[in-house]
């Protein structure tokens, strides 16, 4: 439970950016895109030889309905559709019915007819009892082992589907699609009767095939790898240790490329032990950094993930910090501790060594000393700073009445010598 909801919670995630992030991408809420135009194929050739569809036609200028894919979160458009799909997202196949098979386009002559010989080459769907019906529907997978399963073949098709009604035809998670829909028309063009009590009788009536064939493929839009502790299960994010080891899972996401690299501490370098692509389920769990690279060929992104195996505190600290391993051994020699997680953490001691606003044994019992008597001095009530004031402010007037009584004294001797020389 807890790993489907992380994984939902990530996808989420990234099926927001993903319509952002990748150009010539076509993204849209509840949006539908349209496949497959109809072919004219000769008639019994099993639907696998075409002609031109010309004016004179009965099935020119009109369309017997649409297919359309919805359920998606982005279409890649190119020589082939592909449709990506994130958490949530039900990829579905429909087809909407734009025609009265019994009238088709207004017209009392045109009907779908019950092609009792039809088959089909392209798919290997030979005739047989009772045949294909009105109209018949293909579907075939190739997975990503290119695989083909058996084809999925709805005989009389048309018959069961109503008109201007959204049919869906199915659910598909990631694989390759063919889909055909091969009918035959009935042109009653010669009929006789149709007057009171005669019946309407078509004579010599002609008959023309007709197939709407397209390829579609559903992949993952996600580029996740998910990793869990081999001994637990518990899920590993970037830069974990997993000292048991660790096992892959890719969430069925079967076509990503997932490459695995191994280094080891050899002397005071690292080594490259192995470095090779691997599988859904793939356990590891020799000792090592391991680098796993996640590559979505459909969108061209990439996810890589750091996990360190093992108990040597040395590579897990260089998994986790980012240093090298010059700098580590430095910080170990300079008394820093590797914690079991790989974080390095100075001691309480080493840090107040290099930590001047830290006081010193002594420096924190003078200023305990200086606290209590500041204290004792506050209680009696005298205030330190007002006492220093005062004393500078007295001073200060202190200085100045000397100045003023020492220039009077100059200015009185100053008029006395003026006197006496008056005299002489």
């Known amino acids: 439970m ?23 991408m076509a993204c849209a809420e509840n949006q539908t895109y349209y496949l497959g135009t109809k072919e004219k194929a000769k008639i019994d050739t099993g639907y696998a030889e075409s002609e031109m569809l010309k004016e004179a036609d009965p099935h020119y200028g009109w369309d017997l309905g649409q297919f359309y894919i919805s359920g998606y979160t982005a279409v890649q458009r190119g020589d082939d559709y592909v ?18 098979i019994n009238r088709l386009n207004n017209n ?21 009892e009772p045949g294909f019906g009105r109209g018949t529907l293909i579907v075939r997978q190739t997975d990503y082992q290119n695989a083909h399963s ?3 073949v709805y005989n009389d098709y048309l018959s069961g589907v109503a008109i201007g009604a959204d049919t869906q035809v199915g659910l598909y998670e990631e694989g390759d699609y063919e889909v055909a829909l091969d009918y035959e028309i009935k042109n009653d063009v010669r009929t006789v009767g149709g007057l009171g009590p005669i019946p309407t009788v078509s004579i010599a009536p002609e008959y023309s095939n007709y197939t709407i064939r397209f390829k579609f493929s559903v992949r993952n839009g996600n580029t996740m790898v998910f990793l869990f502790d081999a001994e637990n299960g518990s ?18 996401s079967r076509y990503l490329g997932i490459n695995v690299k191994r280094e080891v501490l050899s002397g005071d370098h690292f080594d490259v032990r192995s470095n090779a692509p691997a599988a859904d389920g793939t356990e ?19 996810t890589e993930k750091i996990i360190y195996v093992g108990s040597d505190p040395q590579l897990k600290a260089y998994a986790v910090n980012g240093y090298s391993l010059d700098q580590i051994r430095d910080k170990v020699s300079q008394g820093a501790k590797i914690n079991d997680d790989g974080s390095i953490t100075w001691p309480e001691t080493a840090s107040e060594a290099f930590d001047d606003s830290v006081p010193s044994v002594s420096q924190a019992s003078e200023k305990g000393e200086g606290a209590v008597a ?3 001095e506050q209680e009696a009530g005298i205030n330190p700073a007002i006492v220093v004031v005062a004393v500078v402010v ?31």
Do not use: M, W
């Open 2 to 24: 807890l790993k489907s909801h992380l994984r939902s919670s990530i996808a989420l995630v990234i099926g927001a950016a993903l319509c952002l992030a990748l150009p010539g």
């Open 394 to 424: 007295l001073l200060g007037i202190v200085f100045v009445a000397a100045k003023k009584r020492n220039s009077r004294s100059i200015a009185d001797g100053d008029d006395v010598s003026a006197h006496d020389g008056g005299r002489e």
């Open 108 to 128: 009392d002559k045109l009907s779908i007819s019950d092609d009792k010989n039809g088959y089909d080459q392209s798919f290997d769907i030979e005739k047989s």
């Open 374 to 376: 500041q204290s004792e």
């Open 284 to 302: 590891y769990t020799d000792e090592g950094i391991y680098t796993i690279t996640a590559n979505n060929p459909t969108t061209g992104q990439t």
């Open 235 to 252: 899920e590993l994010t970037n830069e974990s240790t997993a000292p048991n080891g660790f096992t892959i899972d890719l969430a069925r």
């Open 150 to 152: 058996a084809p999925q």
């Open 83 to 100: 449709f990506l799909k994130t958490v949530g997202d039900k990829v579905s196949l429909n087809f909407r019915l734009d025609q009265d």
